[in-house]
């Protein structure tokens, strides 16, 4: 059974964190619509469940989990990031350096955010690898980031049209490999990287790499 929306919304907001533990223990005990809508089983596992227990946090997703599309709270996650990233505050670096390593992991179509933006924060020095962003002071990192604008929102808020419009669509699936597994619906031309530029490395099989702008 399909649970209601604004239950969705609460099981949605315990994942990602924007609900403690605690407090979903306390919505749950306050409302009784999900010894309804769930199998006993399943309701059980849940008024059971020790919420005040040390890896209560480590758990807890795992029951949530099986009541909701994967799909979905993957979306959820992505666009979250992309949106905070849109808001430049003080976590930008840091999830410039995130969206590096989900391209990393599978998704391919974060390339112009990971191989841009985000590579270009983790290894500032690209061209000798020996800066990180920790070894940039105050003013080269602020310069750095300034050096984004205005191409990095673009980018960003193309991502996340991406997600909007079924672009690009997130099963919340992993691979043998461990890596995230999508679905894209992307033209040929929407997939061209514009963040990054690729050179071919090798003369005589052509094969190609990327290089930062």
Avoid at 36 to 65: H, M, N
């Amino acid at each position: 059974m399909t649970l209601p929306a604004d239950i969705q919304e609460i099981f949605f907001d315990t994942l990602s964190g924007d609900k403690t533990v605690l407090e979903f223990e306390q919505w749950l005990y306050a409302d009784k619509r999900l010894e309804v809508v769930l199998q006993p089983d399943d309701y059980l596992e849940l008024i059971s469940f020790g919420y005040k227990s040390d890896t209560a946090k480590k758990w807890l997703p795992r029951l949530l989990e099986k009541h909701i599309d994967k799909g979905e709270l993957e979306t959820r996650r992505i666009r979250k990031l992309l949106t905070k990233a849109l808001n430049r505050n003080k976590e930008l670096p840091e999830i410039l350096m995130t969206f590096y390593d989900l391209y990393c992991k599978g998704y391919n179509f974060l390339d112009n955010l990971g191989l841009g933006y985000g590579l270009r924060v983790e290894v500032p020095g690209i061209n000798n690898y020996v800066e990180t962003w920790s070894d940039l002071n105050e003013a080269e990192q602020n310069a750095l980031l300034n050096s984004f604008y205005p191409d990095l929102e673009s980018e960003i808020n193309k991502v996340i049209s991406w997600l909007d419009t079924g672009k690009v669509i997130l099963t919340g699936i992993k691979d043998e490999y461990n890596h995230f597994e999508y679905i894209d619906n992307r033209t040929e031309l929407e997939k061209q990287p514009t963040g990054y530029k690729v050179a071919t490395i090798d003369s005589n099989t052509q094969k190609p790499w990327w290089k930062i702008w």
